[in-house]
């Protein structure tokens, strides 16, 4: 195989990958509290079997999230919760502590405030918070401290961490931190009837998908350029 086609082929796989994160972003462009990813590209050299010139290729070696904060909109539910700022819900799963900028809140069977999934969000005393029998006004304090007409609640468990890349997405707008230790938030900044909708660019969004699938498309022009070059060559070759 030619080095063009090679370096051709490495593009095209880095293109597809491309458009894969771009359609994510477009699929969550109303989700509340999702962030936006990109591909990190690199150059990659290979060397070939035969020759001393080495292969520039196309590598895609990883990605990046824009943890910028999404628009704040107000729902009027009170217990709807958004974090402006920096910081992050505490959720307890099957799976162990998750965490989450998606504060739509509701109270399960047993009074306790979980997420759309029915994850029990956590307290900063790293317990359920549950709401007492019978209560109707829920307060949310900036502080993330909770209250009721029949006392306090607890307070959000807000936290953030050093490194945001290094948090896994694991789908429900959950993050698993895995061995990036978590910081708490000294005075988070939590705002109640409101959300946090996704940082998504539909334009930007879109201009890139078009983008991407322009440059596919050249790409694969000039492969099947190259193709025809070389079977012409080959032709003439065995008419000589």
């Not at 990659?44 to 010139?53: D, E, K, R, S, V």
């Not at 162990?96 to 956590?122: A, H, P």
């Amino acid at each position: 195989m030619e080095n063009l086609t090679y370096i051709g082929l490495s593009q095209q796989m880095a293109l597809y990958h491309q458009m894969d994160v771009v359609a994510n972003n477009i699929a969550n462009m109303n989700t509340p509290g999702f962030k936006s990813q990109s591909l990190l590209f690199k150059e990659y050299l290979n060397q070939p079997a035969t020759g001393n010139t080495k292969i520039s290729q196309v590598w895609d070696y990883g990605s990046y999230r824009d943890t910028a904060s999404g628009p704040l909109t107000q729902t009027n539910n009170k217990l709807d919760a958004a974090i402006q700022g920096h910081g992050y819900f505490a959720v307890q799963t099957p799976q162990g502590l998750r965490y989450t900028r998606d504060g739509s809140f509701s109270l399960d069977s047993s009074g306790n405030i979980v997420t759309k999934s029915g994850y029990q969000v956590m307290s900063n005393s790293n317990g359920p918070l549950a709401v007492q029998q019978g209560a109707g006004q829920v307060s949310i304090m900036q502080d993330g401290e909770i209250s009721t007409e029949k006392g306090s609640v607890g307070t959000f468990k807000v936290v953030t961490f050093a490194n945001e890349q290094g948090l896994i997405a694991t789908g429900d707008g959950l993050y698993d931190a895995q061995n990036t230790p978590e910081q708490p938030v000294d005075k988070p900044q939590v705002l109640q009837g409101m959300l946090e909708g996704s940082n998504v660019q539909p334009i930007t969004e879109m201009n890139k998908m078009i983008n991407i699938s322009r440059m596919y498309q050249s790409v694969q022009h000039m492969l099947i350029t190259d193709h025809d070059e070389q079977r012409t060559m080959i032709q003439h070759l065995t008419q000589a």
